[in-house]
């Protein structure tokens, strides 16, 4: 073998180990991350994209003096079952985008280029449309230490594989005989997935329920209404 192509294979190496720990490194957000996002500002990691929820973006490259000069640098067509309704919050990642549309459809996008990198349907029933009271739309996701986490509009939690989009576990967190959906995006905080449930128009009780990023086990609930009296506290 020449120098040539020793020097080459080794660059090739190289390449490849650090393409590598960047896969590997992907999506691993944790709530020091989180509390230092100002750091990075050129990542969104959470809903309001700090704990303080102020959805407010440091970066500076975008001012009064070249805003008219912008133009469209990609786009992405959000297949769905239905054209309208694209509400979320985008979260960026190292230079991944996940984000979701109508019927809780998440997708993840290279932020520079917009190329699909997977998809998730959760297969959601038509039926459940009828519980919603605004549309069957979806305001985002949460990212955790390698999985993306979706409140779906029928009532689960679904943890996805942030790399793959695979399904790495699901949790029921509404009673689906009741006018019970989900379209608020989770937050997680110490390890904790923390989802809400919407309903209270068609007279169904709200609470708010903490699961385990890596189980998916329900480990307190907080009802944000009191119950019937009679019944004392849960």
Not at 79 to 88: D, F, L, N, P, Q
């Amino acid at each position: 073998m020449s120098h040539d192509e020793k020097t080459g294979m080794r660059a090739a190496l190289v390449v490849a180990l650090l393409l590598s720990c960047a896969a590997a490194m992907a999506a691993e957000v944790d709530g020091g991350r989180i509390i230092a996002a100002d750091k990075e500002p050129q990542n969104w990691l959470s809903h309001g994209r700090t704990y303080g929820e102020q959805r407010f973006s440091p970066l500076a490259k975008i001012t009064t003096a070249n805003v008219g000069q912008l133009g469209l640098a990609w786009s992405h067509d959000i297949a769905s079952r239905t054209a309208r309704g694209v509400e979320a919050t985008p979260i960026v990642v190292d230079g991944v985008m996940y984000t979701t549309g109508a019927w809780s459809h998440v997708l993840a996008l290279d932020a520079r280029t917009g190329k699909l990198l997977w998809e998730f349907d959760p297969q959601i029933s038509g039926a459940s449309g009828a519980k919603g009271c605004c549309d069957v739309v979806n305001r985002g996701v949460a990212v955790w230490a390698g999985k993306v986490y979706v409140g779906a509009f029928d009532g689960r939690l679904i943890a996805l594989d942030a790399k793959t989009g695979k399904k790495v576990w699901e949790a029921l967190t509404v009673d689906q005989s009741q006018d019970y959906t989900i379209s608020g995006a989770p937050r997680v905080v110490k390890g904790k997935v923390i989802v809400g449930n919407g309903g209270a128009d068609f007279g169904v009780r709200g609470y708010v329920s903490a699961y385990d990023a890596e189980t998916g086990t329900m480990t307190w609930r907080f009802y944000t209404v009191p119950g019937n009296p009679k019944d004392g506290f849960e």
